[in-house]
Nanobody
Framework: QVQLVESGGGLVQAGGSLRLSCAASGRTFSSSTMAWFRQAPGKEREFVAAIWLSTTNYADSVKGRFTISRDNIRITYLQMNSLKPEDTAIYYC????????????????????WGQGTQVTVSS
């Protein structure tokens, strides 16, 4: 019903910046919660950032450095500044259209739709 495609990943040096994009197609809604997760080798997929309408939330590890935003209902961005080697991971875009007050935006199992990921590598 919804397809997500990430882009913008690459190799950057520590302290640099990168902007990821998530393009959504199919049945999309402005009221959907959009999120970014990341997964490093040997680690579980972890929450990075989420946006619902004008409300944004961030993991403590990226707060103040990353910014999630939406230009429209189909494009979601993750602006990453002051990148650190520990930010190295595959970054995934996720979407959930059916959200309520009980929705746990930090939970991996809360999202129905996922992209295939884009690799971000930060060198020291």
């Amino acid at each position: 019903q919804v397809q997500l495609v990430e882009s913008g990943g690459g190799l950057v040096q520590a302290g640099g910046s990168l902007r990821l994009s998530c393009a959504a197609s199919g049945r999309t809604f402005s009221s959907s919660t959009m999120a970014w997760f990341r997964q490093a080798p040997g680690k579980e997929r972890e929450f990075v950032a989420a946006i619902w309408l004008s409300t944004t939330n961030y993991a403590d590890s990226v707060k103040g450095r990353f910014t999630i935003s939406r230009d429209n209902i189909r494009i979601t961005y993750l602006q990453m500044n002051s990148l650190k080697p520990e930010d190295t991971a595959i970054y995934y875009c996720a979407a959930e259209s059916r959200t309520t007050f009980a929705f746990n935006y930090r939970g991996r199992n809360e999202y129905t739709y996922w992209g295939q990921g884009t690799q971000v590598t930060v060198s020291s």
